[in-house]
């Protein structure tokens, strides 16, 4: 083999390499974060989350309440001892309230 031949399969093989430990890790597996309803509140009032998480409100309020995105992007009903879900599909600040309560406010950064 000639030096030339193998001056380039050496820089190849380098850069095979240095491109299999470059990758970046896979994202973390998708988490479910929970926001209680009670007292006429969402708890947490402000909640970081990641695109393909899932946000889970529990409602241990007296009362129905709704997670209404102000941007429009879900509307979750949750009556009196229920739950309800949704799959963050993008990145951003989501802000929310209680279509039944307006003054129930909350926000999601979703990254």
């Given at each position: ?17 240095v491109s299999a430990c470059a990758q970046a890790p896979p994202p973390p597996p998708p988490k479910t ?79």
């Open positions: 083999m000639s030096a030339r031949t193998l001056t380039l399969v050496v820089a190849a093989s380098a850069i095979v390499f974060v929970t926001v209680t309803m009670q007292d006429v509140a969402f708890s947490p009032a402000e909640v970081i989350a990641r695109v393909g998480d899932t946000v889970e409100w529990v409602n241990k309020d007296v009362f129905d309440h709704t997670a209404t995105a102000r941007s429009g992007p879900w509307d979750v009903a949750v009556d009196t001892g229920k739950t309800g879900k949704v799959v963050l599909a993008a990145s951003g600040t989501v802000e929310y309230y209680c279509k039944l309560h307006p003054n129930m406010v909350g926000k999601i950064t979703v990254r």
